[in-house]
């Protein structure tokens, strides 16, 4: 019911469509390249942090509002912030699991748990507020469970020439299969799939394989500290989509977010933290 989209038809709506799939299959690569290189230059957390930014999931919420209108999308965010549950059961599986199966395994398992999720979630009508204080208290929660990086950062081998081009094609691919089914599925369901871990699968198998297990803790306690302006930017689009505006909204939005993953990237910096030894 959710699949038809609204009447954007003419040249105008065929370039508006062009430019936002060009938007919505570049942004994913792009950041997952600066978030590789950042984490080379200021260690896995703030690499971390970076990765964290709504960078997937917003394009595939804007596309929402332009398609499906702007009810569909707040309905959509909503649904995303149970969403970044399941995205932090992720991150936990898969911090929990490294070094103890192969990473095949691991990631598999993750992805397991993100569908689990998704899948209670999908049965249940929760409030936006309510959803955002779940959201957060699973992100302590997910915190709390994670490893601690016992070992300290050990040197790494340049990687080849191919790690960022692969990392982005990696990238590319699972944003192709997301937004190939995601839209047709209702708003909540929708929003649910949208934080699905592309850009966590890609940074946490490449430093996983590259870099060993602390270094991969790092990262994922980085990523995950990050969560919480990803979850800003869900709440402001789904209270201000309907009152606002898609332009407004997601200019509020996306300055909310940040703002605040701007100042935590800040403060990593300068304290060291992206060094730290004990996670």
Known sequence: MYARATASTGADGHHLRVLLLTVKLLLAPAFVVGASLTARRHGPRVGGLVGALPVVAGPILLVYALAHGS??????AAGTLLGLISLTAFVVVYARLAGRVPWPAGLLCGWLAFALGTLLFSTLAVPTGVSLALAC???ALGLALLPPALAAPAAAAPPPAWDLPLRAACALTLVLALTAIAGWLGPQLS???????????????????????????????????????????????????RPLGTAAAFALACTAAV?????????????????????
Request: net charge positive; aromatic share 10%.
């Open 71 to 76: 009810g569909f999308a707040a309905r959509a």
């Open 259 to 279: 703002l605040v993953q701007s100042a935590l990237v800040a403060h990593a910096t300068r304290s060291g933290t992206a060094v730290e030894v004990a996670g």
């Open 191 to 241: 929003g649910l799939l949208a934080p699905f871990p592309i850009i966590a699968s890609v940074l946490a198998t490449f430093t996983h394989t590259q870099r060993g297990v602390p270094e991969l803790r790092r990262l994922l306690r980085g990523l995950l500290s990050g969560f919480g302006a990803f979850a800003l930017f869900c709440f402001v689009l789904a209270v201000a989509l």
């Open 137 to 139: 208290a699973a992100f």
